[in-house]
């Protein structure tokens, strides 16, 4: 299962790269990430550009690659990759995607699992939630608790609705 999230992540990030996406922010499964770019920095001298980025988001790995044509084929996050030619000159846009904290609400992968392997799989996510377990049959009440999160079972303790937050 994790092989597969990764693909779908590493799909989503190729569809943003080249559909333009530059300073937005792009939704994957439980993840966000704000695709940037730096078309400024092509033709300036490799040390120049790695110390812009560097000023603007220390918090990224700067890797340097020998390239002909400059063609980007590797956006990780958190990660810039800047390829210079026989000169030390960038030849590429120098691009990358950043990973965005975001809080997990809810939970469809935890549908037909037993209550208590979805109970650990929330807690894990969210430590802090208030975990309760209702029988499908009851009705869901009005109140709102950012903390809750309600799993909705059948008589067999199998999970039958999404659980979310609230």
């Keep these: 299962m994790m092989k597969s999230t990764m693909k779908v992540h590493f799909l989503i990030l190729a569809i943003a790269v080249t559909s333009g996406f530059c300073g937005q922010v792009i939704k994957s499964d439980k993840h966000l990430y704000k695709y940037r770019k730096w078309p400024d920095l092509r033709g300036q001298m490799v040390e120049s550009?790695?110390?812009?980025?560097?000023?603007?988001?220390?918090?990224?790995?700067?890797?340097?690659?020998?390239?002909?044509?400059?063609?980007?084929?590797?956006?990780l996050p958190n990660n810039?990759?800047?390829?210079?030619?026989?000169?030390g000159y960038v030849v590429n846009e120098p691009e990358s995607?950043?990973?965005?904290?975001?809080?997990?609400?809810?939970?469809?992968?935890?549908?037909g699992l037993e209550v208590e392997?979805?109970?650990?799989?929330?807690?894990?996510?969210?430590?802090?939630?208030?975990v309760q377990t209702v029988l499908s049959a009851n009705s869901k009440t009005d109140d709102l608790d950012v903390d809750r999160v309600k799993i909705f079972v059948d008589s067999h303790?199998?999970?039958?609705?999404?659980?979310?937050?609230?």
């Design 157 to 166: 303790d199998l999970v039958v609705e999404t659980p979310r937050s609230g």
């Design 97 to 111: 995607v950043e990973e965005v904290p975001v809080e997990i609400t809810i939970w469809p992968e935890v549908v």
């Design 80 to 87: 810039v990759f800047l390829y210079e030619d026989e000169n």
């Design 117 to 130: 392997e979805a109970k650990d799989i929330i807690l894990n996510e969210k430590p802090e939630a208030k």
């Design 49 to 75: 550009a790695a110390a812009h980025i560097h000023s603007e988001h220390p918090e990224f790995s700067i890797k340097v690659r020998y390239s002909k044509n400059g063609i980007n084929s590797e956006i």
